[in-house]
């Protein structure tokens, strides 16, 4: 699947993604140990046990780069010129391995870009929810999309 052209995007349009997850251990040790995350709560059973959590929380950036990766072919795929920013960024609920994370985007604002005439600016909430529908990870993305081939 495509992403969409800048000019293919309203405000209000809202995505929810097919792509589900179930979280696994490996998931949450492969991202903790490759961004050199050495928290306990993420690694150390014993310690994470002894949390008000009682069990490891998933490194909240798997949860963040998950939420973001399953949105790229419904947004972006072959039509990103570039990321611009990550806003707002909030974890409200924790989320424990074998969690099944769903996503959502809602676009929230269009823009032609001022300096590049073949492109235009969009905003959206990105949203992930565990099986529970307690959102676990949100936050607002701004991106330069190419403008559809005339």
Request: with cysteine; aromatic share 8%.
């Amino acid at each position: 699947m495509a992403g969409r052209y800048f000019d293919e995007w309203k405000v209000g349009d809202r995505v929810e993604h097919q792509v589900t997850r179930t979280v696994t251990e490996t998931d949450n040790v492969l991202i903790s140990t490759l961004t050199h995350n050495p928290q306990p709560l993420h690694l150390d059973h014993g310690a994470a046990a002894a949390s008000e959590f009682g069990q490891p929380l998933v490194n909240s950036i798997f949860t963040f780069g998950l939420m973001v990766g399953v949105s790229v072919s419904d947004t972006t795929l072959g039509t990103l010129v570039a990321n611009l920013g990550y806003d707002k960024l909030i974890f409200p609920h924790p989320v424990f391995v074998g969690d099944t994370l769903r996503s959502q985007t809602e676009c929230t604002a269009v823009r032609a870009s001022k300096s590049r005439p073949n492109a235009g600016i969009v905003t959206w909430v990105h949203r992930s929810f565990n099986q529970r529908g307690e959102l676990v990870c949100q936050c607002e993305r701004s991106a330069l999309l190419l403008k559809k081939p005339q």
